[in-house]
């Protein structure tokens, strides 16, 4: 947990990225009040190379859904009126990360510092993963249900798409090197960075695909709302991360 001084500047950082996002018509102002919330949770229980990893995932995720926009708009698959992301989304998004740094940076940790950078980083690369996968494999013309293969409009749930998916796997490779150069640039670098990345990357990868089949599977029926399932593939997330780093021999 960091010390008075750092926290506030943390805190204070988090205040402005949040009202910056906001104005910029990315957040709604309620989800901007959240996003404040518990971005300043995370900065103050787990320092700042973690609320830098979720503030360049806001950012990356906010152009992957402005970039071609009209497009979007015109065939009804856009987020939000303008691209803005609700309460919803922000939660869903947010809660376990939040989590993640409140048992890590607790005293003592309830998450040793390495389990709980990996499964932190790991929760963003799903969401990164989730977010270039819809925002621009909707733009491939076409796809498939991921359990039947058969055509189905872009933007169904469960639907994916050689493009989304290859955007997918650069989301969560991308968020995995990212956070470990971070982690390396603030002092904190992780046991294993090979069991790290592997771990982090393949495990935001496929919680991705367990996002689409339980789009498919329950989402459609009803059975889940789409923060919901987000917020289920991101445990998912973090179960897979931990089995693969437990797996390759990463300290638990």
Known sequence: MLALVPALIGIAATVLLAAGAVMAKALTPAAG??????????????????????????VASVLATRFRFEEKRRQKLQ????GER?????????????????????NPPLLPPSLAAVLFTAA???????????????????????L???????????????LGEAFAFAGA???????????????????????F???????????????????????NRGYLT??????LAMLGAVGLATALYATLGGPL
């Open 33 to 58: 009040a959240v996003a404040t919330l518990f971005g300043a949770i995370i900065v103050v229980f787990l320092g700042f190379p973690y609320l830098a990893l979720l503030i360049l995932f806001v």
């Open 79 to 82: 987020e939000g009126t303008s």
């Open 86 to 106: 609700g309460v919803s989304n922000v939660l869903a998004h947010i809660l376990i990360p939040t989590g993640l740094a409140v048992a890590g940076g607790w």
């Open 124 to 146: 963003l690369a799903f969401g990164a993963s989730d977010t270039f996968a819809s925002e621009f494999g909707v733009l491939a013309g076409h796809a498939r249900s991921i």
């Open 148 to 162: 039947t293969s058969r055509p189905v409009p872009p933007g169904t749930n469960g639907g994916v798409s050689g």
């Open 173 to 195: 490779a991308t968020t995995g090197v990212v956070g470990l150069g971070l982690l390396e640039l603030f002092g904190e670098t992780p046991d294993h960075r090979g069991f």
């Open 197 to 219: 990345l592997i771990a982090a990357v393949v495990a935001g990868f496929l919680a991705c695909q367990v996002d689409s089949v339980l789009g498919e599977t329950l989402e």
């Open 226 to 231: 789409k923060g919901s399932t987000n917020f």
